[in-house]
C-alpha cells in the first residue's frame, strides 16, 4: 500500500512541476506586462514626444544656421556662466550636504526637527520667492549685502549671487540623498575600526565613505541637473547683464519672445545634450563606485 502511495506521488506532482517550468516562477505583483506598457508609454507621453519635438524642430534648421544659433558670443557666455556655477554650486552642496546629513543623523540637539524640517523648505519654497529674498538679503540696501559691499563684497546681481541661488535649491537633494544611507549605516564597522587603532579620519575615508560615495555621487549629479535648468530663484539676482551674469534659460526665453523659435530650440538642445553627456559620465561614476565597493 505504501509503495502504492509512494509511486502514485511523482506522477501527481509531475504536471505541477511541468507548470512551474512551462510558466516559469511567478511573479510577486501580478499585470507586470500591463505595468511596463503603460509605464513606457506614459514616459513616452511626458518625456519622450515633448523632447523628440524639440528635435525635430532643431532639424528643421541648416548647419549653418544651427551653428551661428549655439556658438554666438553672448550664448557661449551664457554657457560658461550656467554649467560653471552650476558645477560650483554642486560641489559646495556635496561638501556642506554631506555635513548637515551627518549632524541629523549622527546627533541630538534641541530643535532637531526643525532643522530637519528646513532642509525641505526650498522643495517647497516656490523658486520666484527665493530669488526675491536673496536679492532683498544680498542687494546693497540688504541685511547682508550692506555689510559687505563697503568692503567691495558684491553679490547680488553678479555671478556670486547665481551660485548662491544655486546653492540654495540644491542643497535638498543632497542631504536627502544621503541621510537614509547614513542611518542604515552598521555603526559596528565604526567601532571594530576604532578598536583596531584607527583614527578619525582613517575611520571616514576608509569605512564610512565608501559605503555613503554612491549616494553622495548621485545627489551631486541631481543637484547639478536642477541647478542647469533652474530660471525662477536666479533671474531677479542675476543681474542679466549680457556677457556677465545671463544664464542660458534667459537666452532660451529671450529668443522665443523674440518669436525666434528654432533658435530657442537650438540652444535648448545643446543644453539638453550636454546635460545628457554629463549625467551619464555621473551615472558611470556611480556604477564604478558601487561596482569598487563590492568588490
Not at 542647469?228 to 551674469?245: H, T
Amino acid at each position: 500500500m505504501s509503495g502504492a502511495a509512494s509511486s502514485a506521488l511523482p506522477a501527481a506532482g509531475a504536471p505541477f512541476s511541468r507548470a512551474n517550468r512551462a510558466g516559469g516562477a511567478k511573479r510577486v505583483l501580478p499585470g507586470f506586462h500591463i505595468t511596463l506598457g503603460f509605464t513606457v508609454f506614459y514616459l513616452c507621453l511626458i518625456v519622450l514626444i515633448p523632447l523628440s519635438a524639440l528635435v525635430f524642430k532643431t532639424f528643421t534648421m541648416t548647419w549653418e544656421h544651427f551653428w551661428v544659433s549655439v556658438t554666438a558670443p553672448r550664448v557661449m557666455a551664457s554657457y560658461r556662466l550656467t554649467f560653471g556655477a552650476s558645477l560650483i554650486a554642486a560641489m559646495v552642496n556635496a561638501v556642506f550636504g554631506l555635513l548637515v546629513a551627518w549632524v541629523l543623523v549622527r546627533y541630538k540637539f534641541p530643535g532637531k526637527r526643525i532643522v530637519d524640517a528646513l532642509v525641505d523648505l526650498p522643495f517647497a519654497l516656490p523658486t520666484a520667492v527665493a530669488g526675491i529674498s536673496l536679492t532683498a538679503l544680498l542687494a546693497g540696501n540688504g541685511w547682508i549685502g550692506q555689510l559687505l559691499e563697503p568692503h567691495g563684497i558684491k553679490l547680488a546681481f553678479t555671478p556670486a549671487g547665481i551660485v548662491i541661488a544655486l546653492i540654495f535649491i540644491g542643497l535638498p537633494f543632497v542631504v536627502r540623498t544621503v541621510q537614509p544611507v547614513l542611518e542604515d549605516a552598521e555603526k559596528e564597522l565604526e567601532e571594530a575600526a576604532t578598536s583596531l587603532g584607527a583614527t578619525r579620519l582613517q575611520t571616514f575615508t576608509k569605512v564610512i565613505f565608501p559605503s555613503i560615495a554612491p549616494a553622495l555621487l548621485t545627489g551631486f549629479a541631481m543637484a547639478f541637473a536642477r541647478a542647469i535648468g533652474e530660471y525662477g530663484s536666479v533671474i531677479f539676482i542675476a543681474g542679466n547683464m549680457p556677457m556677465i551674469s545671463e544664464i542660458t534659460p534667459l537666452i532660451i526665453i529671450g529668443k522665443l519672445e523674440q518669436y525666434d523659435y528654432t533658435g530657442a530650440t537650438a540652444v535648448a538642445l545643446v543644453m539638453l545634450v550636454l546635460s545628457f553627456i554629463l549625467l551619464l559620465v555621473i551615472n558611470g561614476l556611480q556604477a564604478w563606485q558601487r561596482k569598487r565597493a563590492g568588490a
